[in-house]
């Protein structure tokens, strides 16, 4: 008979359903995968790779063979993430009568939980001379370690000292190996079809990276930018056409259906023995002895792959953009795999020469004085063609890069927001250590002075806005514009100088 090692996994199918037909469909002939932004995560914030809180449109074709009567169907390998509320099958003759998501997966700790007062079978290998010796036993419980009825007694397993392991004849009903969705569907005649299933999954997520590299001028960029997507789920889709949709959807949080079966824990009693103790006796136990405790846990989840965390392109193919409604929808030409626990990067956009201007700006709440303290840097243009653009841009980070004798130097990161054609485009790119700005007040009353100092050896164009309180009124020495309802203060500091603005706040 064949048999299943504990800790080997080795998997058997058993008929769950009794005398029910039952079908299996082991994997979609084609897929698509069309991948969401996280609801609740600005555009230019990272996705935490550790932590993906987007989610996936999965649509999958499958050939399915049919009896004639009622069947169960079992479609294995969905998504782990799979929302089960928001399945959609489609192309039954008869329509299906009801579905459900099988939560039990096969793994150490479901399968003793299954297997409790049937028999099995105890493999103990001796350490000192390699000897195998193989027994009968029931599973008498399971939680904080896992009991044993053998010939000899009560027991706990790995308490012996030996290596220990447990054997199965086969897998109880109920336990798939894989993610599975299983549909009941009647049919008048056998019938071979061709099934559609869609469903929402979550632990997907999706951004733009981009690559910028500054001119020695100071006044281009060369823009290129990678799609990345990102799965934590524990379902490969190979050959998958994949698409990512940028844009903000309203969409309910839906509880996922929680999996059965947590990690076993194998717990031994003090000295690793079974016997008997006394209370005393235990008290005086040496500390080294008191417990001996292995944990085995089976979880893909857990462990984050290194393909994951890995910022190298997987391919150099460029996704095409297409129009969805009001969202843009970027598709990747020709089909790709998205693996399990990784991500997967493709070439989003280049735009080889892009007019930019590099600005200083300070945000300043116009009563509160402050010493000197560097001011941010940003390079700003249009999001036109005029300008090397004219497309639309989903947000992410940035790497700003230079050149200098022949080698690329890292300048600086920062995040762009989603910018539609025609908006401006600002690019944060860290603070300027060599610009400052401080606020003081000289006569201490309602008089202040702005001073912004630049060490570089070049002529900064600088930016102030003012926060002014809501019971003061701004009165500048000079005429100034204003954006977004602020003062707003634009001056040219020479190199290696200074620039000032006076100005007054009085009772409004």
């Known amino acids: 008979m064949r048999r299943v090692v504990l800790l080997a996994m080795v998997l058997f199918a058993g008929n769950a359903a009794g005398a029910r037909n039952v079908a299996t469909s082991p994997g979609p002939d084609r897929v698509a995968v069309t991948v969401y932004r996280a609801p609740g995560r600005a555009p230019a914030e990272a996705f935490n790779r550790e932590w993906l809180e987007g989610y996936a449109l999965i649509s999958e074709t499958r ?64 350490r000192a001379t390699g000897q195998v010796r193989e027994s009968d036993a029931v599973i008498r419980g399971a939680g904080q370690g896992v009991v044993l009825q053998t010939p000899d007694g009560i027991e706990a397993l790995r308490c012996t000292g030996l290596a220990e392991g447990l054997i199965f004849d086969s897998v109880p009903p109920g336990l798939s190996a894989r993610p599975t969705l299983s549909v009941r569907t009647r049919a008048a005649e056998p019938i071979t079809a061709s099934i559609t299933l869609s469903y929402l999954a979550n632990g997907f997520d999706w951004q733009a990276n981009y690559i910028a590299e500054l001119s020695d001028d100071g006044a281009h960029l060369d823009l290129f930018a990678w799609l990345t997507l990102g799965s934590s789920d524990e379902t490969s889709f190979p050959n998958a056409d994949t698409q990512a949709v940028a844009g903000r959807l309203n969409r309910e949080e839906t509880p996922v259906q929680p999996r059965e079966g947590g990690p076993l824990t194998l717990r031994c009693w003090p000295q690793a023995t079974t ?46 953009q297409e129009a969805l409604g009001d969202l843009k929808l970027y598709r990747i030409p020709e ?174």
């Open 63 to 126: 050939t399915v063979t049919l009896p004639a009567g009622e069947s169960e169907l079992r479609f294995e390998g969905v998504a782990g993430g799979m929302v089960p509320q928001s399945a959609i099958v489609t192309g039954f003759p008869q329509g299906i009568v009801e579905r459900n998501r099988d939560a039990f997966l096969l793994s150490p700790g479901t399968l003793v939980d299954r297997s409790l007062g049937n028999r099995v079978h105890i493999r103990r290998t001796s």
């Open 275 to 320: 016997s008997d103790v006394a209370g005393d006796q235990l008290d005086r136990l040496p500390q080294a002895f008191s417990s001996n405790e292995e944990a085995i846990v089976v979880t893909g989840s857990r462990i984050l792959l290194g393909t994951l965390a890995s910022n190298t392109p997987l391919t150099v193919i460029t996704a095409q």
């Open 335 to 508: 089909p790709v795999t998205v693996a399990a626990h990784a991500q997967k990067q493709v070439a989003l956009l280049h735009q080889p020469r892009v007019d930019v201007r590099l600005v200083y700006r300070s945000r300043l709440d116009a009563a509160a004085l402050s010493a000197p303290r560097p001011v941010a840097r940003l390079l700003i243009t249009r999001n036109r063609e005029r300008e090397g653009l004219g497309l639309p841009l989903p947000g992410g980070p940035v790497a700003l890069f230079g050149m200098s004798n022949g080698r690329r130097l890292l300048l600086g990161q920062g995040s762009l927001d989603d910018r539609a054609v025609g908006e401006d485009v600002e690019i944060g790119i860290g603070e300027a250590p060599g610009v400052t700005a401080s606020l003081t007040s000289p006569t201490k009353h309602d008089d202040y002075l702005l001073t912004i100092t630049n060490d570089q050896s070049a002529p900064v164009r600088f930016e102030a806005e003012f926060d002014v309180p809501a019971d003061r009124a701004f009165r500048p020495q000079g005429r100034l514009s204003r954006r977004d309802g602020r003062p707003l203060w634009t001056v040219t500091v020479p190199a290696n100088g200074t620039a000032t603005l006076r100005y007054r706040l009085i009772a409004s």
